[in-house]
């Protein structure tokens, strides 16, 4: 064991205590599961096997201890099961918001909106929250509504872009359903943005 940098108390104490957050989150999202491929559950068990690792790590650079745990190291192509060369990509995006300021969401859809001859009245199938939010999405790019959730009155929340093999489809062949097909052992990459990983980075880090 090395005297440099070595982990402090405190430090392997809160890799020990994102090891805990992390049990829990992957354990409510295999109680809420919507299927066989849920990626709410595939999330919570990436980020579970990034918590147990590091606190693995700061274990034994601290204590020259280790776990029982056995975490898979990334091998993403161990776990592919599609083709080498796929004849297609799909490309599937998930973006969460919270809508933190409903009226400014409002605001923003009337002013798009311009059609009308003057702004909806609360309660309105046009002035209505779920209204605003068709107009808005309707007029803008889903990546510009992410640069600008918070003049839309937004709160930007957990993201995640799959690249997956697919078929060639016919056009419309899919929309009827367009996320059943989604297979995690045809995923050929990922990119996930979310506050928990912050929030462990910076246990393990005191200074971020």
């Given at each position: 064991?090395?005297?440099?940098?070595?982990?402090?108390?405190?430090?392997?104490?809160?890799?020990?205590?994102?090891?805990?957050?992390?049990?829990?989150?992957?354990?409510?999202?295999?109680?809420?599961?919507?299927?066989?491929?849920?990626?709410?559950?595939?999330?919570?068990?990436?980020?579970?096997?990034?918590?147990?690792?590091?606190?693995?790590?700061?274990?034994?650079?601290?204590?020259?201890?280790?776990?029982?745990?056995?975490?898979?190291?990334?091998?993403?192509?161990?776990?592919?099961?599609?083709?080498?060369?796929?004849?297609?990509?799909?490309?599937?995006?998930?973006?969460?918001?919270?809508?933190?300021?409903?009226?400014?969401?409002?605001?923003?859809?009337?002013?798009?909106?311009?059609?009308?001859?003057?702004?909806?009245?609360?309660?309105?199938?046009?002035?209505?929250?779920?209204?605003?939010?068709?107009?808005?999405?309707?007029?803008?790019?889903?990546?510009?509504?992410?640069?600008?959730?918070?003049?839309?009155?937004?709160?930007?929340?957990?993201?995640?872009?799959?690249?997956?093999?697919?078929?060639?489809?016919?056009?419309?062949?899919?929309?009827?359903?367009?996320?059943?097909?989604?297979?995690?052992?045809?995923?050929?990459?990922?990119?996930?943005?979310?506050?928990v990983y912050d929030d462990e980075l910076g246990?393990?880090?005191?200074?971020?």
């Amino acid at each position: 064991m090395s005297d440099a940098a070595q982990p402090t108390v405190s430090e392997v104490r809160a890799a020990a205590e994102a090891v805990k957050a992390a049990i829990d989150r992957h354990l409510a999202a295999v109680e809420s599961r919507s299927g066989e491929n849920d990626p709410a559950v595939f999330a919570a068990y990436e980020a579970l096997a990034a918590a147990a690792d590091a606190y693995d790590e700061v274990l034994y650079d601290a204590y020259d201890e280790v776990t029982p745990f056995e975490v898979p190291g990334d091998e993403s192509a161990a776990a592919y099961l599609g083709p080498d060369e796929p004849e297609a990509i799909s490309v599937l995006v998930r973006r969460d918001y919270v809508i933190s300021d409903p009226e400014r969401l409002r605001g923003q859809a009337d002013r798009v909106d311009s059609g009308l001859a003057a702004p909806a009245a609360p309660g309105t199938a046009a002035g209505s929250l779920n209204a605003a939010i068709g107009v808005l999405f309707g007029e803008y790019e889903p990546d510009e509504i992410a640069s600008r959730c918070e003049e839309f009155g937004l709160e930007e929340g957990d993201s995640t872009l799959w690249v997956s093999a697919a078929e060639p489809s016919e056009p419309g062949e899919w929309l009827p359903e367009p996320f059943d097909d989604a297979d995690p052992q045809l995923l050929i990459c990922r990119f996930d943005v979310s506050e928990v990983y912050d929030d462990e980075l910076g246990a393990l880090d005191p200074e971020r």
